[in-house]
């Protein structure tokens, strides 16, 4: 069931990246709120980048999980307190936004691990109380990431707002891969730009993205925020 929906999902990414003749995206397969045996499914019919949004979650499910070999990239907001164990749990951080954050993470990376991928979220059009750093800001908080060994700059990440004209959001796209081609100028290993979800990502691709980032379009809707708890509680 699962892995028919990730057979047709991967199709039409195919198709989108051929249409806009660029590459296939990677795909990220966002877990949130979504149950470990959900995960294990999607891993064992060859999917292997998931993304999740709260640290705890993540950490709670991967205790579950009996699946090496996976690659987790978080994709929520992070709170600095929560840097420490994120930058133990994930492969990637896609949501940096300010330096204390930068530092709090590569302190915690341990040395003897690879370098943490960290993506800098953009507040690409400048929405009142959205996370991310905005456009200007991009050049100095990626110098401040390449400075730290224990980071890797791999490029950035962005939820346009969701104007229900789709011309709107692809002009948020294309202002993305500006920054993003921009910033790979200046750094050699920038090669990720993270943008597009369920209800976008064929715009996304066709405006560059080289990873989507796809959950209800996969799993389905997402069980209410906190259900598995109440449900194991009650
Ligand atoms: C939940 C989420 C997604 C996936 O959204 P869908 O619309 O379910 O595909 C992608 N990116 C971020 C940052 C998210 O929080």
Request: charged residues 20%; proline residues 6%.
């Amino acid at each position: 069931m699962l892995s028919q929906r990730l057979a047709e999902l991967r199709n039409a990414l195919r198709k989108a990246a051929a249409a806009a003749g660029r590459p296939m995206p990677t795909l990220v397969a966002v877990s949130k709120f979504q149950p470990a045996a959900a995960v294990a499914e999607l891993a064992d019919a060859g999917q292997r980048a998931f993304g999740e949004n709260y640290v705890q979650e993540a950490q709670a499910k991967r205790a579950e999980l009996d699946r090496p070999g996976l690659e987790w990239h978080l994709i929520g907001h992070l709170q600095s307190n929560k840097a420490a164990l994120a930058a133990e749990l994930f492969d990637w951080v896609q949501s940096v936004d300010r330096t204390k954050l930068v530092d709090a993470l590569a302190a915690a990376r341990p040395p003897g691990r690879a370098p943490l991928n960290v993506l800098l979220q953009v507040n690409i059009d400048d929405e009142a109380g959205k996370h991310g750093c905005a456009p200007e800001q991009v050049q100095a908080l990626a110098a401040w990431v390449a400075a730290r060994p224990t980071l890797a700059l791999r490029g950035l990440m962005a939820i346009p707002a969701p104007h229900a004209d789709p011309a709107l959001r692809r002009a948020a796209f294309a202002r993305m891969k500006a920054l993003f081609d921009a910033l790979a100028a200046a750094h050699p290993g920038v090669d990720t730009l993270s943008m597009g979800m369920s209800g976008d990502f064929a715009l996304a691709v066709a405006e560059g993205a080289t990873m989507v980032r796809i959950g209800t379009a996969l799993f389905g809707s997402r069980p209410a925020p906190g259900s598995r708890d109440r449900a194991k509680a009650g």
